[in-house]
């Protein structure tokens, strides 16, 4: 099951958030996530239903995966782009066998900006 986590975007100025992925074992025991043999996929759209793609976050490693870190990012011509109001966004993870989980999900809304 996804954790909800919704995000504000400013337009027009570079985005980024560090996430830390946590797993919680049978006795409420929390470890991060080593994320070693990951890959990432965390992606903007208008609507839950729709195939268009607003924007596709660029997802950045530690050199050090087992820290359970990653971080999403967005340039200021990406936030440019997206008009003012809300969106959908959610981050899934591929293991080495293949296996997608999606770990991360929510609302995401872009405020408009004066300077440009």
């Known amino acids: ?49 729709t195939n268009t793609v607003s924007e596709t976050f660029t997802i950045t490693w530690p050199a050090d ?10 340039t200021d011509t990406q936030t440019g782009i997206l008009k003012d109001g809300r969106y959908v966004w959610d981050l899934q993870l591929t293991d080495s066998l293949g296996i997608k989980t999606r770990t991360l999900e929510g609302r995401l809304v872009v405020q408009p900006s004066v300077s440009r």
């Open 65 to 74: 995966r087992t820290t359970g870190k990653l971080e999403l990012e967005l």
């Open 1 to 49: 099951m996804s954790l909800i986590n919704n995000l504000v975007v400013e337009a027009n100025a570079d985005f980024s958030v560090t996430v830390e992925l946590t797993n919680e074992d049978v006795d409420g025991n929390i470890t991060v996530l080593d994320l070693t043999g990951y890959t990432a996929l965390a992606q903007i759209r208008k609507r839950y239903g």
